[in-house]
């Protein structure tokens, strides 16, 4: 009796692990294949999914509503040369586009209409501009290979991407269509992860949810044969790998530079939005949250349903969900006021390495219509082009330091380091040259001035040259 019992049991646990088998199995494949949308898998217009996903889709229009800047970014068209802004940039970019234009970025539902208006695309401009704009891309570069990065932007990519009938920034640069599996569309990246040695195949549901955001919001450049897009990651994240891999694989490729700067004459590298470096380096990416996490939470909606909030914004405008969830040991409110404080003293630093960079710039343009040696020169250039390569990757980072404060300030010190290097080499060899370092000092100051009071952003950038400070550009080829 008792051993017809045992073999009971055991074929009655055999039959379950059976059972448990196949459903684990089966879940497994329904997990995969569980949503069919019944859409065609090159489906890249936003309206396509709106009847299917109505609240997601709502949820992504709110990007078009949100008209509500926070303290130190925010969704409002207007420029950053706003005197509340960074006043002093049309000088840190004399000589680039950026020095021309350059605006406060809006939700993502606008970035097809603000990549068109911009003054800093022109005739020249390549596709590569478009990459992260248009859902048309990955079609484009599947049509036209290597020919889609280099192509004239104007006369070429961006109608062809409007035949496509593309949307801005939205459902299938992430999802798949037919499944709405999370994807990564932009091979850029995928590219960017091999070089560290990840493989992305094989990633998680939560590594996903910081991809599909790092396939744009990163550092990139040109690469100087074709003009694809590329990321600077093959040493890591850190602003000090990603400048080493510049002075070293990306010069040994043909890239040196984004730009000459106007007033000191040396070769640049315009940091772009590293918000996927800085928060995988910071406490939040270290310790597993998701970009996601913060800036798509969960939330009701109807009443009673919850989805993932598809409206990209700060998330010091949707704290209980962003943060408090997390942190349940303060309030909304007192989160609120942490960030700000940490904001608070990052800007204040930002600021003072702005400043310092600046004076580098012009004290260079006096060394060389002082005449100074070429290799002193070549010297403090080097150090304000690592100076505001250090500010930059922070400034044109979008959480006003709070991705990774220690992070961020740490960067500021080293811009201010190298900046004062500059300062001070140049410094030594005007003494030498008997020029009046008090008149130079004014002259800075009057040339700022001349800057932050022009009303018109498009001439802004004409007063940080003068018969002073002459403007240092190389010859142009013969």
């Given amino acids: 009796m008792a051993r017809n019992l045992r073999?009971?049991?055991l074929l009655l646990v055999a039959v379950i692990l059976v059972i448990s088998g196949c459903?684990?199995?089966?879940?497994?494949?329904?997990?995969?294949?569980?949503?069919?949308?019944?859409?065609?898998?090159?489906?890249?217009?936003?309206e396509a999914f709106k009847d299917l996903f109505p609240l997601q889709y709502d949820s992504y229009m709110k990007n078009g509503e949100d008209h509500e800047d926070t303290k130190y970014s925010g969704s409002v068209k207007r420029s950053k040369y706003d005197a509340d802004k960074e006043p002093y940039l049309p000088i840190l970019f004399n000589g680039y586009g950026f020095a021309t234009e350059y605006n406060e970025d809006r939700g993502h539902i606008y970035a097809n209409e603000d990549v068109r208006a911009v003054a800093r695309i022109t005739d020249k401009s390549i596709g590569s501009c478009l990459t992260c704009k248009s859902s048309a891309v990955p079609h484009l570069?599947?049509?036209?290979?290597?020919?889609?990065?280099?192509?004239?932007?104007?006369?070429?990519?961006?109608?062809?991407?409007?035949?496509?009938?593309?949307?801005?920034?939205?459902?299938?640069?992430?999802?798949?269509?037919?499944?709405?599996?999370?994807r990564i569309t932009r091979p850029s990246f995928i590219k960017a992860m091999e070089s560290q040695g990840t493989d992305i195949s094989n990633a998680t549901k939560n590594d996903m949810r910081n991809y599909v955001c790092a396939q744009c919001h990163v550092e990139y450049y040109f690469d100087a044969g074709n003009g694809e897009v590329t990321f600077p990651w093959a040493n890591g994240f850190k602003a000090e790998d990603m400048y080493e891999y510049y002075d070293t694989t990306a010069k040994a490729n043909g890239f040196e530079k984004d730009w000459v700067h106007n007033v000191s004459g040396t070769p640049m590298i315009k940091a772009q939005h590293p918000e996927f470096e800085t928060h995988m380096e910071g406490p939040h990416g270290q310790a597993?949250?998701?970009?996601?996490?913060?800036?798509?939470?969960?939330?009701?909606?109807?009443?009673?349903?919850?989805?993932?909030?598809?409206?990209?914004?700060?998330?010091?405008?949707?704290?209980?969900?962003?943060?408090?969830?997390?942190?349940?040991?303060?309030?909304?409110?007192?989160?609120?006021?942490?960030?700000?404080?940490?904001?608070?003293?990052?800007?204040?630093?930002?600021?003072k390495a702005e400043d310092i960079s600046i004076t580098a710039h012009y004290y260079i343009n006096k060394m060389i219509t002082s005449g100074v040696s070429e290799d002193k020169?070549?010297?403090?250039?080097?150090?304000?082009r690592k100076g505001q390569w250090m500010w930059d990757i922070v400034a044109a980072e979008n959480a006003a330091g709070f991705h990774n404060p220690q992070g961020a300030m740490d960067n500021l010190r080293v811009s201010v380091e190298e900046s004062n290097e500059a300062i001070k080499l140049a410094t030594e060899e005007l003494v030498k040259k008997e020029v009046n370092l008090e008149e130079l000092k004014k002259e800075i100051e009057k040339a700022k001035k001349a800057v932050t009071s022009e009303t018109d952003n498009f001439k802004k950038k004409e007063h940080a040259i003068n018969s002073y400070f002459p403007a240092q550009q190389p010859p142009a080829p013969k």
Avoid at 23 to 46: H, M, Q, V, Y
Avoid at 145 to 165: H, L, R
Avoid at 379 to 384: K, M
Wanted: proline share 3%; aromatic share 6%.
């Fill in 7 to 9: 073999w009971a049991y």
């Fill in 23 to 46: 459903s684990s199995s089966n879940d497994k494949e329904t997990s995969a294949s569980e949503l069919k949308t019944g859409l065609d898998k090159d489906e890249i217009k936003n």
């Fill in 141 to 182: 570069i599947e049509e036209l290979g290597d020919d889609y990065w280099g192509g004239n932007f104007n006369k070429d990519i961006w109608p062809k991407a409007e035949a496509m009938g593309h949307s801005s920034i939205g459902c299938s640069d992430c999802h798949d269509p037919e499944t709405m599996d999370l």
């Fill in 288 to 351: 597993g949250v998701t970009c996601s996490d913060c800036h798509m939470p969960y939330e009701r909606v109807d009443g009673k349903k919850k989805i993932t909030s598809h409206w990209w914004t700060s998330p010091l405008k949707t704290m209980e969900q962003s943060c408090a969830t997390c942190h349940t040991n303060r309030t909304a409110d007192e989160l609120k006021d942490r960030i700000g404080e940490i904001q608070d003293t990052h800007m204040e630093g930002l600021h």
């Fill in 377 to 384: 020169v070549k010297q403090a250039q080097e150090h304000v």
